[in-house]
Nanobody, 119 residues
Framework: VQLQASGGGLVQVGGSLRLSCAAS????????MGWYRQDPGKQRELVAT???????NYADSVKDRFTISRDNAKNTVYLQMNSLKPEDTAVYYC??????????????WGQGTLVTVSS
């Protein structure tokens, strides 16, 4: 499985961006997907996740501003980011949790896309 993230860029405070993450492979629908972000010098943190059944989870810092969604027909997960703040500036990574059988899973990471929010 390979993940290709896109959609990052420079945006002003209060603006919006939509990130996309396209996955290779034929079993995307069974993956749990997530978006994480990392600011230089800080640990990578969870932004949002969406299960293979569509259940969503958000970090408190992005609730009511960000929306995660998926299109299984396109093998793609999205992150709609609204009301962006300077503290949202980071490299955003998508991740797939892939079932490997016997109850085990593995995580595959995309390459990251930079989001910069200017004030």
């Amino acid at each position: 499985v390979q993940l290709q993230a896109s959609g990052g860029g420079l945006v002003q405070v209060g603006g919006s961006l939509r990130l996309s993450c396209a996955a290779s492979g034929r079993t995307f629908s069974v993956y749990d997907m997530g978006w994480y972000r990392q600011d230089p010098g800080k640990q990578r943190e969870l932004v949002a996740t969406i299960s293979n059944g569509g259940s969503k989870n958000y970090a408190d810092s992005v609730k009511d501003r960000f929306t995660i969604s998926r299109d299984n027909a396109k093998n793609t997960v999205y992150l709609q980011m609204n009301s962006l703040k300077p503290e949202d500036t980071a490299v955003y990574y998508c991740a797939a949790q892939i079932p490997r059988g016997w109850g085990s899973t593995s995580v595959v990471w995309g390459q990251g896309t930079l989001v910069t929010v200017s004030s």
